[in-house]
T-cell receptor, first 112, second 115 residues
Framework: KQEVTQIPAALSVPEGENLVLNCSFTDSAIYNLQWFRQDPGKGLTSLLLIQSSQREQTSGRLNASLDKSSGRSTLYIAASQPGDSATYLCAVIGEYGNKLVFGAGTILRVKS | NAGVTQTPKFRILKIGQSMTLQCTQDMNHNYMYWYRQDPGMGLKLIYYSVGAGITDKGEVPNGYNVSRSTTEDFPLRLELAAPSQTSVYFC??????????????FGDGTRLSIL
């Protein structure tokens, strides 16, 4: 059964720092991996989707990488801002499964 | 374009009561999903639908029922509320299925407490 783990569970950084959020998954046979952002009291917003054949995706200050063989993904946030404060979740779809499996998320706080 | 709309936003139920969580989307998406999110945990899939009239169980379907009579609406029914169903419930929709590489769009959630 696929399990997704996110480390750290919470992170607090000063404004302007570059930071990395980690996601690991137990079954490397995935179809794609997705990163979401969740603001307090809100639903999830899709940030980046990496297909299994891809190594990375970029959107603005966000860069997500995927290493299928080692079961790892990282979300890199450059020049963090207080507006980046949110919970970040990763999720995978198995190569032979058909539904998203979510990690518990990393709660990020960027201090001004 | 409202996206995915969930009602109510908050609700407190007594044990044994029933209620329906409403979800509607205006993006003409065929695929719709119900998830629950417990504190400190990832989202778990309750039920999903690939189109009007078609529904299927997810990972945690016990205690819930769904129907999909139209493309727009996908209500979730709790028949006999139990404390274990205290959670935040999210509805989502997508243009393609999970293997289409299309992202899911989420509502803002319904926060449900069973006392």
């Amino acid at each position: 059964k696929q399990e997704v783990t996110q480390i750290p569970a919470a992170l607090s950084v000063p404004e302007g720092e570059n930071l990395v959020l980690n996601c690991s998954f137990t079954d490397s046979a995935i179809y794609n991996l997705q990163w979401f952002r969740q603001d307090p009291g809100k639903g999830l917003t899709s940030l980046l989707l990496i297909q299994s054949s891809q190594r990375e995706q970029t959107s603005g200050r966000l860069n997500a990488s995927l290493d299928k063989s080692s079961g790892r993904s990282t979300l890199y946030i450059a020049a963090s801002q207080p507006g980046d404060s949110a919970t970040y979740l990763c999720a995978v779809i198995g190569e032979y499964g058909n539904k998203l499996v979510f990690g518990a998320g990393t709660i990020l706080r960027v201090k001004s | 374009n409202a996206g995915v709309t969930q009602t109510p936003k908050f609700r407190i139920l007594k044990i044994g009561q029933s209620m329906t969580l409403q979800c509607t989307q205006d993006m003409n998406h065929n695929y719709m999903y119900w998830y629950r999110q417990d504190p400190g945990m990832g989202l778990k899939l309750i039920y999903y639908s690939v189109g009007a009239g078609i529904t299927d169980k997810g990972e945690v379907p016990n205690g819930y029922n769904v129907s999909r009579s139209t493309t727009e609406d996908f209500p979730l029914r709790l028949e006999l509320a139990a404390p274990s169903q205290t959670s935040v419930y999210f509805c989502a929709s997508s243009y393609g299925g999970d293997r289409s590489n299309q992202p899911q769009h989420f509502g803002d959630g319904t926060r449900l407490s069973i006392l």
